[in-house]
Every structure is written in C-alpha cells, then in structure tokens.
C-alpha cells in the first residue's frame, strides 16, 4: 500500500481499483534492502533488477555504488529475483526472504538510503471481515467537476462524526485530467453512521467503490529483515 519514504504505491491503488478484491487486513513491516546475486560480488553487476518502490529506497546507494550498472523497474521483488536468477552480470534490490526463495547470494547488506524504513501491506480476499468495533474502511471515488464538488463528497462524513484519516489523489488511468481519490477512515462499512454517508455520498460523486474495511491493525510493524 505504502512506504514510509515514497507514501502509496500508485499501481496497488489503480490494481485495488480496477479488481474483484478487496483489502480484509493490513500489516506494516521493517523493511531493509539488500543486493542480491547469483554470485554474491557486486564488481560482476551490470544490471539492477527491483520494484519501484525498492529502487527509490535505494536510489543513492545505486548512483554512488553502481553508477554504471543498467537498473530496471519490474513488477516485483519476485519477478526481480527470479530475472537476476538466471542471469550472471544482473543483481536485485530487495529483501532477505527473496535470498532464502530464489537461492541467492547477499553482495551488498542494507543498501537503502534511510535506516528505519517501513512499509504497509494489504492483505486481500474476496470477502470483507465482519465488524469488530475498531475497524477502517477504504474507499475509492471519483467526483464532479464543478465548484464544491470535493466539499460535496466529504460533507457526509463530516455531518456524522466520522473520522477520515487519509485522502490522496491519483489520476484516473485512460482519462486525463481526471483523478479518483482514495479515502481511508475509522468505521466499518456496515455501521449505521457509515452506511448512510456512503449513500449520501453516491448521491453526489461520479463512481463510489469500496476497497476495504477491516479491523484497524496493533500499533507494532513486524521486523522483515
């Protein structure tokens, strides 16, 4: 969902959009970058393999380190590991469990550039939890294009109490100039309060979808070394 450093992965918010499935749970981790390899010898890289978010992790590391070497934005850790797998001058950024899966070889320790870096993952399924009492709720929506549109949409919540945590834009795939926001807020979407401001809301917005709603996770992050 997000990193600390670099804030939400806009391709998990475009995929949550445009899918069946939904957010049942979230998890935040320590993560550390290492450079994997075959070889285990970073002076054998030529090429960098690592997702978006691991490559701007490390951005520095890889200008000082490695200013010659090609890097490559991959959809994933894993499709980045199994591509620096097969090939003897290519390298990855990513964590110690692509080591211990593809049977790779750590050249370089820590190699992001700031130390206590977390990350937010989503854990999703076809089907919402039930309701605990302390839960949050994701949603995706796309407003009007007209003064107040915005303030039109948010009232709802507003008028009942319901506490929005985070709001952030992204443009709209396939339609410039247009941008959906991603809204998240305590609740759960089967409360009473939330389920007639999600009314209110389709009422007044172009598109209304809902990614998630989930009991709120502990405080604590998981250390992913």
């Known amino acids: 969902l997000e990193t600390s450093s670099d804030g ?6 475009h995929g949550l959009a445009s899918s069946d499935v939904r957010i049942g749970g979230e998890v935040t981790v ?9 070889t285990g010898h970073a002076t054998d890289v030529d090429k960098v393999y690592g997702s978006r978010a691991a490559l701007a992790a490390c951005e520095r590391f890889l200008q000082s380190d490695l200013p010659r ?15 620096a797998r097969e090939d003897h001058g290519a390298a990855v950024v990513g964590t110690a469990m692509l080591r211990e899966l593809h049977g790779l070889t750590i050249a370089r320790e820590r190699v992001e ?3 206590g870096r977390e990350t937010r993952y989503a854990v999703v399924g076809s089907e919402l939890p039930s309701r605990t009492g302390r839960d949050r ?6 407003v009007g294009d007209a003064p107040g549109a915005l303030y039109d949409s948010l009232k709802p919540f507003a008028d009942r ?4 945590t985070r709001l952030e834009s992204r443009p709209t795939q396939g339609a410039a100039w247009r941008y959906l926001f991603f809204v998240e807020m305590d609740g759960h979407v089967t409360d009473r309060p939330l389920l007639t401001a999600m009314d ?6 172009r598109h209304v979808k809902v990614l998630g709603s989930y009991p709120r996770p502990a405080a604590a992050a998981e250390d992913h070394r």
């Open 200 to 205: 209110e809301l389709r009422n007044v917005s």
């Open 30 to 38: 320590h993560t550390n970058y290492h450079l994997l390899s075959g």
């Open 161 to 164: 109490d319901i506490n929005l």
């Open 137 to 142: 709720t994701v949603i995706a929506m796309a």
């Open 113 to 115: 550039d700031a130390a």
């Open 69 to 83: 070497a090609t890097v490559i934005d991959v959809p994933s850790g894993q499709v980045a590991a199994e591509l």
């Open 8 to 13: 939400a992965i806009t391709a998990t918010l």
